[in-house]
């Protein structure tokens, strides 16, 4: 009887076992990763509606620094054109509230101080529409009052606090969610690399979108910062806003025919409490500073700080000779008091140059160099004195200064 050839059976049952064990164990990483995947869309969606709520309420400062921006300009100038930046600010300020609201961010703390912000940029809002309405009827001493008596101030400062605390929760938040979800798909990135290696092109391929997406994000967020148009430090306009309401009031002036004038401001030795008492005492100087000059400004003036320990002050009008020295004056004269706690008297000054539109030049940049060439001579000169620049410009953007020497100098 023929013999017939049978397959030994622990290899089958070997074979089967593995591929029962491979089914299961695939089986298993698909659960893992469909898991991953799902937990990926949810932190995804996550980091959107955390970006859309922080930007929401970034914006919320931007717009209500556009507002309150137009109308310091309306009382300033009684320019109904300083109204359209308001009513704009205004509105994108509640539109910005109301689409953080809406941004899908569900944390109590988040949408408590939502409403809460709401309930402060209402008020200072009512605190503009006031002085704005007072304005209008000729009433610009009650509206300067309302001003002064810091109620729009302390409103700003409130709203400032809670969108900076907002913004810098809500950061941490998306950090800890990014590295969180980064973990979550290195380990998906493991799993389908098990499961079938074609997939391992399309996980590389989503990290460089999301890696980009995460770029685009951070940009964004400094583009946004970089938009903002006052300084942080002191509160006062920063160069970009100050260049922009400079080249306006050119353009204007020009048409018109009025004259403006620039001063330009240093402080003196300002580099030596930096590095006695340390950066903090500073800050707190250059804020103290920025409070004084901010006191002595009248209807028309306008301060900035452009970086550092650099202001500059416009002034809208024609200004004699004397008028502007006495108007350079009070400015050197407020800072002598002790500015700090740990500084003596006379331990920061003032040197001023100051520029004449259009005499010193018709371009901003022109005018900015008389400026500043008027300064250093207030520094050569023994600081704490203001020098004027002279004439009509005899070289491009000479800014009508002349050489060094010849300005004349307005000496304390």
Known sequence: MPTSYVVPAPPLRRSGITLVLALALIAAMSIFFVRDVVALRQAMGELRTNDTARIQVRNVLLNLLD??????GYLLTADPDYLAPYLAGRTRVRESLRLAEQSGYRDPQ????VRRLSQVTESKLEELERTIALTRRGDGVRAANIVREG???ARMLEARQLIFGEVTRLRLVRERTLEAFNDRLLRAAVTLVLILSTVIAMAASAWRSLSAAARRNNELAKHLALEASHDVLTGLPNRRFFERWARRLAAESLRSGKSFTLLAIDLDRFK?????HGHGVGDEVLKEVANRFQA???SGEF???LGGDEFVVLMEGAFSHDEIASIGQR???????SLHPQLARHAVGASVGAASFPQDGTELECLMQAADEALYVSKRGGRGILSFARGAPTTPCAGGSAPLDDLPVFVR
């Open 110 to 113: 988040f949408l408590g101080n």
């Open 331 to 337: 400015l050197i004269d407020v800072l002598p008091p």
């Open 67 to 72: 507002a309150e921006t137009g109308q310091r």
């Open 303 to 305: 301060l900035a700080r």
């Open 272 to 276: 030596g409490v930096n590095d006695t």
């Open 151 to 153: 109620f729009g101030r």
């Open 296 to 298: 002595l400004l009248r």
